[in-house]
């Protein structure tokens, strides 16, 4: 039997087969291409329906989200045991479709992608707020000693465990995220997101110089072979994948950094990430370590460890040239407008990236970054963009902040169709909005005249009380983090 192309789940008027539209680019949602060839319905089981606001964006790679006041979600098992999007759009044209469909009903609130971080260190939960006169500093006081305690396995799942609770909590539900050089501390880590379902990617951080001892690698050929066991236990389990994870370029050795480049060749489909041009002394330091370099970035750049799906960390102080190659290659930059703030870093320059096609989404970088949650990320973000520091400040469109950090975040990473939207394919990880979770929410949201405003309320007031629910794989996440109670 032929099926109906996924479009007609969520448009009723389109007619055509899904032989016609899995393969290419959707001609109703342009740049919509499913992350995997869709099932027939009839293959789908425990298809539940969600009732609210419904926001979500139709071309994922174009900050244009549309809203229905009141919508339905319908989400179900595919075959391969993701719990998925089969349709989405207004309540009354889907609810007659699927008549014995069981629906959750949250009036007055409002669905919408699960958060993606960017970049996101869970070791340093406990470092957040740890003044500093900038970057190296705080790197050498406050975050080298508290890492070297993720040696210790059940200190790595404690900690873990809490992150993610705090993740969810916040309505992040995906992130690429550091570890540190211990492998235990990924173990912990992917174990504990495991239990809960989550889509997460992290790696053993690799540092073999400049660093103390406990968090130094003092065997840089161990350190290698570490990060190959690691990502042959766990990338592409469940939902976990694998980063190949420098710290950055002044820890490593350049036999380390080419170690980590050869690896990346070996499995092109895990992750790199690191950081880079954060801050002008680190950039002073690379330049004395690596003076046959062009930049900062061409020191990785050499070492093979620039192509897609590597996400670099900040990129404030890039040139033109560096940000042309970050395009042709197709890396990504974790704009992490918090951190940058607050270790007084610099200012994303979001007008010159757009001129190089960059691409980029946001990032906590917790614990630089001073909160794990999206709004303070977004509002922040705004905030670097506005500053006039040497070109003239822009105004980023609200709906343009919020797709950097879903849609737009997870097309970074390259799980686009997959995570960050609710078109149908996505994996059901989403939040629910409660516009009035606070007085001045619901008085100021109750004035808003568009959909721009009223996300621009959002962004500026909000914080996790806006976060009603957080629903990972079609289940509501408890308010107290979320255990493992399904079988
Ligand atoms: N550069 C190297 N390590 C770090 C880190 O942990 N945080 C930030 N913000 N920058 C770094
Ligand atoms: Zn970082």
């Known amino acids: 039997m032929q099926s109906l192309c996924l479009k007609d789940w969520h448009d009723p008027g389109c007619e055509k087969l899904a032989a016609q539209c899995t393969t290419g680019p959707c001609p109703i949602t342009p740049g919509f291409i499913p992350a995997q060839p869709m099932n027939t319905p009839e293959t789908w089981t425990e298809l539940q329906g969600w009732r609210a606001g419904l926001l979500w964006f139709p071309d994922p790679h174009s900050p244009q989200a549309r809203h229905e006041t009141d919508g339905l979600l319908v989400t179900g098992q595919s075959a391969d045991g993701v719990v998925r999007v089969l349709a989405i759009g207004p309540y009354r044209d889907l609810a ?28 340093q939960t406990d470092v957040i707020g740890s003044p500093a006169d900038g970057l190296l500093p705080w790197l050498e006081h406050y975050t080298f000693p508290h890492e070297k305690q993720f040696a210790d396995p059940a200190y ?15 309505g992040v539900t995906t992130a690429l995220c550091f570890a540190t050089a211990h492998p235990e501390s990924v173990d912990a880590f992917m174990a504990e997101a495991q ?30 072979r570490q990060t190959e066991d690691l990502i042959r236990r766990w990338h592409g389990v469940d939902r976990l994948g694998y980063a190949i994870t420098p710290r950055f370029a002044p820890t490593s050795t ?48 050499r070492a093979g460890l620039l192509r897609q799906r590597s996400v670099y960390a900040h990129c404030i102080h890039l040139d033109e040239t560096d940000r042309r190659r970050m395009t042709e290659v197709g890396a990504t930059a974790a704009i992490s407008p918090t951190s940058n703030l607050f270790l007084g870093s610099g200012f994303f320059d979001y007008t010159a990236a757009d001129a190089a096609g960059l691409h980029y989404g946001l990032a906590s970088d917790v614990g630089g970054g001073t909160s794990f949650s999206p709004f303070h990320t ?59 979770a606070t007085p001045l929410l619901a008085r100021r949201t109750a004035q808003t005249e568009s959909l721009a405003e009223w996300l621009f309320a959002m962004v500026v007031l909000g914080d996790e009380r806006l976060i009603a629910h957080t629903v990972v794989q079609g289940h509501i996440a408890a308010p107290a983090g979320m255990s493992d109670n399904r079988a």
């Open 96 to 123: 007659t479709r699927y008549p014995d469909l069981p629906v959750t009903h949250w009036p007055g609130l409002c669905i919408a992608p699960g958060f993606v971080d960017l970049h996101i260190h869970y070791p």
């Open 156 to 170: 790595a799942h404690e900690v873990s465990a809490f992150f993610l609770d705090e993740l969810m909590r916040h």
């Open 195 to 224: 239990k809960r379902h989550l889509r997460m990617v992290t790696g053993k951080v690799l540092q073999d110089r400049h660093s103390p001892d406990s968090l130094r690698d003092t065997d840089t050929a161990l350190s290698l």
């Open 254 to 301: 350049e036999a380390q950094l080419h170690g980590a480049g050869e690896i990346a060749q070996q499995f092109p489909d895990v992750w790199i990430q690191s950081h880079v041009a954060e801050n002008l002394d680190e950039i002073r330091w690379v330049h004395e370590l690596f003076p046959q370099a062009r930049s900062y970035l061409d020191v990785y750049d």
């Open 378 to 436: 977004m509002h922040a973000a705004y905030t670097v963009a506005r500053q006039s520091v040497g070109r003239p400040g822009i105004s980023l469109a609200p709906e343009h902040l919020w797709w950097q950090h879903t849609a737009g975040a997870a097309a970074a990473l390259d799980l686009n169709g997959q995570v960050g939207n609710l078109l149908p394919g996505c994996e059901a990880d989403f939040v629910v909005l409660n516009p009035k």
